[in-house]
């Protein structure tokens, strides 16, 4: 099946910086791609929809200014974590549907923890 | 997206079929049932999914009923790595339509 990537798997920042995650399609391309969030022992949470070419769209209650989302091309969407705090330490997963296909691929997810 | 309803954990043993139930009694006409597991730590994996027919592949079967209000997966010959969260979403097929998921069920294989 096609193959989605993320990068970092992990990472460690201090309070106050920013932080970008990766989310690659490797094997097709992706006009839209998922961004979700998950905290120990819940579920995925959807944040946001990325577009290629066009402004996210966010559910509601996430803050657009701090959770700065970038689709530049077919197969890469960036999510930007900015000015991080420790309670935006989670599982960030993306996933990419592909062009007619029923399936939906998700990344391996993405471990921030925020010091 | 209709709602989805499953028992928040289940036990099987090792060799044995694992049924997980699901209720989406607000199902409409053009949503399919989809079924995704997620091993700790990992993203989401695809399982399988319907509209209003049974459906099989090589990981699992899934059972609709004829009034779409209720469907089953199940696990033939479950294994200790097919502990996972189970998480039943119903949604329709337009491309880009993204996935909503509830809280899924914990299925435990024990040996």
């Known amino acids: 099946g096609a193959v989605v990537s993320q990068h970092p798997s992990w990472v460690i920042c201090k309070s106050g910086t920013s932080v970008k995650i990766e989310c690659r399609s490797l094997?097709?391309?992706?006009?839209?791609m998922f961004w979700y969030r998950q905290f120990p022992k819940q579920s995925l949470m959807l944040m946001a929809t990325?577009?290629?070419?066009?402004?996210?769209?966010?559910e509601q209650g996430v803050e657009k200014d701090k959770f700065l989302i970038n689709h530049a091309s077919l197969t890469l969407s960036t999510l930007t974590v900015t000015s991080a705090h420790p309670e935006d330490s989670s599982f960030y997963i993306c996933?990419?549907?592909?062009?007619?296909?029923?399936?939906?691929?998700f990344g391996p997810g993405t471990r921030l923890t925020v010091t | 997206d209709a709602k989805t309803t499953q028992p928040p954990s289940m036990d099987c043993a090792e060799g044995r079929a694992a049924n997980l139930p699901c209720n989406h009694s607000?199902?409409?006409?053009?949503?399919?049932v989809y079924w995704y597991r997620q091993i700790h730590s990992q993203g989401p994996q695809y399982i399988i999914h319907?509209?209003?027919n049974n459906e099989t592949n090589e990981m699992a079967s899934l059972i609709i009923t004829e009034d779409r209000k209720s469907s089953t997966l199940i696990l033939p010959h479950a294994t200790l790595r097919d502990t996972a969260v189970y998480y039943c979403?119903?949604?329709?097929?337009?491309?880009?339509?993204?996935?909503?998921f509830g809280a899924g069920t914990i299925l435990r294989v024990k040996s």
């Open positions: 996933s990419a549907p592909q062009t007619g296909s029923y399936e939906q691929y």
């Open positions: 094997d097709f391309q992706a006009t839209t």
């Open positions: 990325s577009n290629e070419g066009s402004k996210a769209t966010y």
């Open positions: 607000t199902i409409s006409g053009n949503e399919y």
């Open positions: 319907g509209l209003k």
């Open positions: 979403i119903v949604r329709d097929m337009e491309y880009g339509n993204k996935l909503v």
